[in-house]
């Protein structure tokens, strides 16, 4: 899996003392930039808490920030179709990045949320301060040191969860959402089904049934849901046998916002898999 920026529109930009207006599309975006960026810059979010990623529509108040701001750092379309358009519709001529490339895959299904690899989220922070010192040539070595502080956090923190889940990883378990592929891998663990694709597309009525049949069975261990959904699938799981988990949180919808977000989100994910695992 690769990395790679799509600039849409790259234009230099005069240092000023004034703080950078930098928009994020989500709260995990905005706490990598945020370490990165530090007292420099001004870094907003767009997405409202427990808010679709997919279909969110920005409020009047929200293309302001947009239209006002200096770069836009964001996953891509494959997660937030929405967003290209409003750019587009109101700060056409906005420099951004783009941290997913679409011509990268997961066992050949695009999956978008890369952030749950802690080392593309190390791949980020570096791509974060490149941008943010060519707008910003004078705040480049201090981009750059930040940028290396938060990437051995960053470190630490695979370290730590891998500690979580060193006990679990051949524990089988189903989730609703196809969306941890990334965390999944990194860490070893032993999804064997889900009840959506990484698009939010309900799975087909055959898969269903064998994962009901599989819950039956006593072949996975725990069942999870997802923050601000609820399923009647899952509850069939569970009636079937199976666990039930907490409810992930892939977004960092639950968590506080800011520079700490990305830390408690991957931390709370792990604990929240090992707590219901490890039974």
């Known amino acids: ?27 995990p975006v905005q706490s990598l930039v945020m370490q990165v960026a530090g007292e420099r810059a001004d870094v907003d979010v767009l997405l409202d808490p427990n808010a679709d990623p997919h279909s969110f529509q920005l409020r009047p108040s ?44 997961h066992e050949d299904k695009v999956d978008p949320h890369i952030w749950l690899d802690t080392h593309m989220a190390t791949e980020m922070l570096d791509l974060i301060a490149g941008e943010l010192s060519a707008i910003d040539p004078d705040g480049a070595a201090y981009y750059a040191q930040n940028a290396q502080e938060a990437a051995a956090e960053i470190d630490r923190l695979t370290r730590d969860v891998a500690e979580i889940l060193k006990d679990v990883t051949e524990v089988p378990f189903a989730v609703t959402h196809e969306g941890y592929n990334y965390f999944i ?23 269903v049934s064998d994962l009901a049949q599989q819950a039956e069975n006593g072949r996975f261990v725990c069942a999870f849901g997802e923050v601000g959904e609820s399923s009647k699938l899952l509850d069939l799981l569970v009636e079937q046998g199976a666990r039930q988990g907490a409810d992930l949180d892939p977004a960092g919808m639950t968590q506080n916002l800011g520079t700490g977000l990305y830390r408690a989100l991957i931390t709370t994910l792990a604990t929240s898999l090992a707590d219901c695992l490890e039974g």
Do not use: C
């Not at 990395?3 to 207006?21: F, G, K, W, Y």
């Not at 959506?196 to 309900?202: F, G, Q, R, T």
């Open 1 to 27: 899996m690769r990395i790679l920026p799509l600039v849409l529109a790259a234009l230099p930009m005069a240092a000023t003392a004034e703080p950078l207006q930098i928009v994020t599309d989500f709260p």
């Open 62 to 105: 929200q293309a302001q920030t947009l239209a006002q701001a200096d770069y836009l750092f964001w996953i891509g379309e494959e997660l937030t179709p929405w967003l290209e358009r409003a750019a587009q519709g109101v700060a056409s001529d906005l420099p951004n990045l783009a941290f997913f490339d679409v011509e990268d895959h």
């Open 185 to 207: 891998d990194q860490f070893g663990l032993t999804q064997i089904g889900s009840l959506k694709d990484v698009n939010d597309a309900p799975a087909n009525a055959g898969n």
